[in-house]
Nanobody, 120 residues
Framework: QVELVESGGGLVQAGGSLRLSCAASGIIYSNNHMAWYRQTPGKQRELVASITGSDSTDYTDSVKGRFVISRGATQNTVYLQMNSLKPEDTAVYYC??????????????WGQGTQVTVSS
């Protein structure tokens, strides 16, 4: 059974930084890409940043130049370094991974979410 576990959320003042971590565990045969999404009440989940198996990255416009997505030493760990945080970055952040697992099926897996709150 594959599980994504996130950590690193919290409360920070505007202009501060936080680093989110996400580790995928279980039998994983291939990791096509990993990403961070965020969601606020009443709104759709928004793709924040993604990274492919070849470390190609992409960001939503509102975080370009402030957030950096990267992989850890193992391909199944991903980080989101968030700098110059703004109150509008406040959301629940979700890790997602496009994986092929023990049953050889390709699926998107999701973490449980971690709250990021930026105070003004």
């Amino acid at each position: 059974q594959v599980e994504l576990v996130e950590s690193g959320g919290g409360l920070v003042q505007a202009g501060g930084s936080l680093r989110l971590s996400c580790a995928a565990s279980g039998i994983i045969y291939s990791n096509n890409h990993m990403a961070w999404y965020r969601q606020t009440p009443g709104k759709q989940r928004e793709l924040v940043a993604s990274i492919t198996g070849s470390d190609s990255t992409d960001y939503t416009d509102s975080v370009k130049g402030r957030f950096v997505i990267s992989r850890g030493a193992t391909q199944n760990t991903v980080y989101l370094q968030m700098n110059s945080l703004k109150p509008e970055d406040t959301a629940v952040y979700y890790c997602a991974a496009d994986l092929v697992t023990a049953d050889f099926l390709r699926r998107m897996y999701w973490g449980q979410g971690t709250q990021v709150t930026v105070s003004s």
